[in-house]
Structure formats: C-alpha cells, structure tokens
C-alpha cells in the first residue's frame, strides 16, 4: 500500500467508527411500561439527529475520498491537516447527542443547532484548508491532475462554505429547520460535488471513474 | 484497490463495529452482592437480544458481501442505498438495547419486538432497492454476472422480505416467540441463501466460489 | 483480495473493537476531590480486569490469525463457525466489566471470574470445532498445510482447552488467583502455541513464518 | 500482505478506534435549559483533554507507522511489546476522561494530570523497548536500513522520553499548564521525528519517503 493510502485507510477507520458511534446517542427509555409506543415516539429528535449526522458523515467521507484519489504523495502539513479534520469529525457524535437532547427546548434548541453548525463551519475550513495546501504547488498530486483548474476551483469550495455560516444564524431562527436544512446538504453534496479536474481525458466526477 | 472495494470495505467497517457496539447493551448488574447467580440469569433477556442480533447482523454482512463481489463500478445511487442500508444496520444496538430492556414487561414486550421486526423491514427493502438498481440495467456488474438471470431473482428477494413483515405482527403475539423467529431466520439465512447468477460456468452460491 | 483474506480482515476489526471497548469498563470516579490518589487506586480490580483481557484478545487475535494464514478458502460452516467464535470475543468487555465490579465482593467474586472462566471455556470449544472442521477434510487449508500432521494435533488442541474449565473451578478457591491465573495463561499462549505442519519445508511456529 | 503489514493494520485499528473513543468522554449537560451556552462553555475542561489527546493519539499513530514502515518481519517478542504498547494507547480514553472530570478542582486536578502523564511515560518506555528490541540484532528491519546508525539513535530516543517524566512533576505546579504543554509536545513531534536512518541514499525523514 502506497502512503496516501494508508492514511486513507487510517481515515476511513475513523469515519466508519464515528458513524457507528452515533447510535450511542439514541437512548432507551426508563420506566415505559404500556407507554412505549409514545415514548419511542417522543424520541424523533434522537431519530432527526441520528438520521442526518449519519447522511453528513457518510457524504463526507466521499468527499474525504474523492480527494484522496488524487494524491499520490503526504508530507507532514497534510497529515497535519487532516487529523485536524478528523478531529471535527470524529467529535460529531457529541453534538448530534446536544441536538437530540435539546431540540424540543426553546431557547436551549437554538443554541444546540448554532453549535452543530459550527462544526459543520469547522469541516467546511479543514477541507478548505487542506484545498488550498494541496493546489498551491500541486506536488502531492498524483500526476493525472491539472494543477492549475485544480487552483481555479478554489472559489467554488469557498462559495460552498458560506452555506454552513448561514445554517448557523438560522438556528435561531428555526432549530427543527435548521437540521432538516442540514440533512439535506447532505443529500445535495451526495449528488453533487466539486469535481477535481483532470488533464486531457477529462473530469472525474464519479468516484467510479478513477481506480486505484 | 478498485473503487467498489473501498465502499465494501468501509461497508465491512461499519458491520464489524456495530456487530462489537452491541455488547454494550449488556449491563453489569448493580449491588448483586450474594445474589450475582441470579441476578445474571434474570439479565437472560440481554444475553438473547445479543446473540441474535449478533448473527442477524453477521448474516447480513456476508449477504452485503456476496452482492458486493459481483460489482466492478460503484455510482452516486449506489453508494446513497448502501448508505442507508449502513444506516439501518448501523442503528441495530439500539433496538436490540429496547428489546432486552422491555422483553419481560408485558405490553412494552410487543412493542419491542414490534420495532426490533421493523429494523429487518427496513434491511429487507434497502436491499431489495440495492439489488432492482443494479439489476436494472447491470452497467455495475462484473462482467461474470449473468444480469437476466440476475434480474430474474428480484422476485425470490421481494418472497424472502415477506418474512419480517410477518414478524412483525407476530411480535404482538409472543415477544421471546417472535426474538426466537429471528434468530432462527438468520441461521436459515447463513446457511441458504439467494445466488447470484453466473455466465455459463454456473452459479456462485458459496461466498468461497469467486475470488476477488 | 482472497475470500479468507475479507474473513480475516472482518475477524480483526471485530477484535481490535472489542480490545478498544475494555476501556470503557474503567470509569472515572466521581466526587473524589482530594482524595483521587486513594480512589484511583481503590479501583485496581478494573486496571487488573483490562490488562488481562486486553492480553487474552491480544493472544487470541495472534492465534486466530495463525489458523487462518493457513487456509486458503472458507465454506458456510467454517463462515458460520467463526461467526460464533466472534460472538465470544466481541463479548469479552462485559465479562471484563462484571470481574471489574465485582472482583473485591466476596461470595461475588467468585462468581463473577467462574462467568469470565465460562468464556475462556466457550472460546476453547469454538477454536477446537474450528479446527475439527479444518481438519476433517483439509479441503479448505493452503496446500502448504500437512492435513494428516494437523489433524494429529487435534488432541494437543484439546489438552490445551482443560485448563480453562480447571480456572472456572479455581475461581471458588481464590478471584484474585484466578484472574492471575488467567493473566498467566495468555503471556504463556504468547509465546507458546500449537504449531500448524507444514508440508516438507518443517513446520510454522512463528507467525513470521510463512507470509501470504 | 506481508506478516508486519498484519500487525500494523491490526494496530492502525486500535488506534483509530481510541482516537474516535474520546468523545465519549464529552458528556451532553443535563437540564441546561436557557443557560445551554454557559453550561456548554463550562465543560471546556472536556474539549481541551479531546483536542489534546486526539492529537497525541493522532502522532503516535505517525510514529508507530514510521517505524513499522522499516520492519520486514515481526517475533514473538516484537508482537508483545506492541500489544503492552496498544494496551497504554486504548486505555487513553480513560486518563482523558479523570482530566476532563477534574481539570478545575483544586488538588484533584494534579493528581488527574500525574496520572495523564504517567500515561505518556508508559509509551514513551514501551516505543523504547520496541526500538532496542529491533536495533539489537536488526535482524526484523527491511534491507534498507541502516542497522549501525539506527542503534545510534536510541540515545536520542531516550532523551526524548525525559520529557514525559517532567511533565508528571510539572502537573503539581500547574495542571492547566501541564495539558497545554501535552499539546505543545504532540504539535513538536507532528512536525519533528527522530528519522530512521537508511543506508546510502540517506534518511526517511518523511512518512512520504518510503513507499511500501
């Protein structure tokens, strides 16, 4: 296995664990008794959190993967970078656990959706930052990249982040909004993704079109 | 690795962690002092909901493996179905958490078994989608698989699903009766299971029969 | 990737999970204030249940690696075999959990390292069917693998598993002992273990020994 | 894959399961209701243990990937002392975790990071073994290290393990001091690593050098 792959592989491991982790934050209730059935159904906000957490990070680590296609090469700052990134990631069961805990609470709910938005803030400034380290000189790419639309796309993966500054003003607005809002980014960026430009033969855009 | 490897194999990440996250359902009794014997064996609700949950959720995971061997090419559609299929598996400590809890307490037994049952439900279908995607016009498949004989079975997947509706209702009849059902469909399963078809040399039917 | 390869592959993370979750069994004390040095070491039966549980998964995982770097194909009871041995290990925390708890509680005590004792006694009788299975025919081993040499070994596999049922009597003499004793059994496993015959070339004790 | 590449996966895994571990130890504040925002900030204590542990995991992980990356085979004795070394990284959660619970309470506070310390001494002292164990004969490393040089550097090794020892005296001077400094260490050894030397064409400084 070459390098990037085997941080791939450390990363995949701790997407797949933080996913995984995230049922934790569902409880089984105490004391139902003939109650069960409305008190499982009081629960949707566990459900709500569960369901979209698990959608973000199952489409990020797509993302975290389509860019790793493409590296043939890590230096220290990369690895650096993303373990910041993993950091954010692997912390998402908590806020999805403060989201399920207070999204029924007036006040309380709004605070919990502004800080699940931070977090989202933070990943969008992680990618962002490991974006611009790996197009400034294009050293780490693998060879079929095209450094230079590569750079040209910069502004996009920008322009994408001002979505998630955005969800968080509106948690004061509406929390249960706010994370279907969330959930479905998620679907969004599942469909639809910055591509990373190929020389000559084209654009990849499927994960499918570039083997390792 | 090809590109439908690293899916399976973050796939495979989340079954072995939900399958090991399921121990965590069994409590250690409190203040047992002469009585650890039987206020281990009164836990026998626990110990059942973890055994078979444990083989439903090793069943599935040489069930998503045998799909898995015959696909060459992932798609965005794809890997969104196997993301909530994950989703559903992922979430299985938790309903096996209700069950244990509530299997002796009368009216919340059913209710338990009830939801346990609409778990399979829910596996049945996000494999039934999985498996009507990728039969539809076989573009996914490695080039062995016969895809009209493939789409040929989509109704012996449909008949197999009959089985956890089913379940459900009889949750309502007996909870132990209804846990007992489950495990038996999984050791059925383990040991039979749908092929998928193979050009001329025949039939793969052991997980063993075609290397990767 | 080889089918007993993903076997293996599913097998470890199940048991590095399961060795990573012994953690949780450990709490932190609470309201301890200044007196935390005295607290902290009041809890030594949980430090002493995690050392040597991570070691006899550590053993295991070495032995069960050993097993399957000699088989190069698997079939549905060997999948199914396996599966149940999984179900043991993955279990390990709660054992772990119960010695952790109970351990310093007199007549519980005694129960609590007889139920950890059943364990070991369950994993013996899952790697002896195991290696029955293997053997019976030897269809499934690498053809590097003396069959006859490896079913001879049979009984040195049997001898091997009286010393566990032996600690779960020993755990009504003396807890503490036992846990030692268990302790004592891994280190000796590793660096001693049944060796698997290899054709001609002599035999593979070290797991260095023969690379796939 | 090769016998060492089976242990570093296994061991990869351990550690990225104990990376993801640590947020369990932030807990979700009970009854907050409309002070969610101040309770929230009063659990700084929990943030600054997972930021700092994350990254401390996150290099060792580096660091036990560089020196596996020089291994070609692997003994008994070297399969032990990686398994006493994963049994201080997996138990990590758990010093975190007393940090976060007693970072602001007086005495409690530097007994907690005593302990954290102590914890950095064990894997300092365990890299240690590993790395006298395989410069002693060299006879595990790949060909392409230099055996001469590498034991040449053990004296560095040991020097770098001063520091930990410090840092438990330093926690009863000031334990908030004595996390951040952690930190500090983590950040110091993600950017500067003690290289194993090779022969002729110089030195693996970077992870990147050595494709395997």
Redesign the interface.
């Not at 090469?73 to 220290?76: E, H």
């Not at 609470?105 to 309380?108: K, T």
């Given at each position: 296995?070459?390098?990037s792959?085997?941080v791939e592989?450390?990363s995949?491991?701790?997407?797949?664990?933080?996913?995984?982790?995230?049922?934790?934050e569902?409880k089984?209730p105490e004391g139902?008794?003939?109650r069960?059935?409305s008190d499982?159904g009081a629960m949707w906000p566990s459900y709500a959190a569960?369901?979209v957490t698990?959608?973000i990070i199952?489409v990020m680590?797509?993302n975290h993967?389509t860019v790793f296609q493409c590296i043939a090469?890590?230096?220290?700052t990369l690895?650096?970078i993303n373990?910041i990134l993993?950091?954010g990631v692997?912390?998402?069961?908590?806020p999805a656990?403060?989201v399920a805990?207070?999204l029924r609470?007036?006040?309380?709910a709004h605070?919990?959706l502004a800080?699940y938005g931070l977090f989202m803030v933070f990943h969008a400034l992680a990618f962002q930052a490991m974006w611009w380290h790996l197009t400034r000189t294009g050293h780490l790419f693998d060879e079929r990249v095209d450094v230079v639309a590569a750079r040209a796309t910069r502004a996009r993966f920008a322009l994408g982040s001002v979505a998630y500054p955005a969800a968080v003003g509106l948690a004061f607005v509406s929390a249960p909004l706010t994370l279907a809002v969330h959930g479905l980014l998620a679907v969004y960026y599942?469909?639809n993704q910055v591509p990373v430009p190929i020389k000559a033969e084209g654009v990849v855009t499927?994960?499918?079109g570039g083997?390792?």
């Open positions: 296995m070459n390098e792959g085997r592989a450390f995949d491991g701790v997407f797949a664990i933080a996913i995984t982790l995230l049922v934790l569902i089984v139902a008794g003939d069960l059935w499982l569960y369901a698990f959608l199952g680590w797509v993967h090469r890590v230096d220290r690895l650096f373990l993993l950091m692997a912390a998402l069961p908590w656990a403060v805990r207070y609470e007036g006040n309380a605070v919990a800080v599942a469909f499927e994960p499918s083997g390792k």
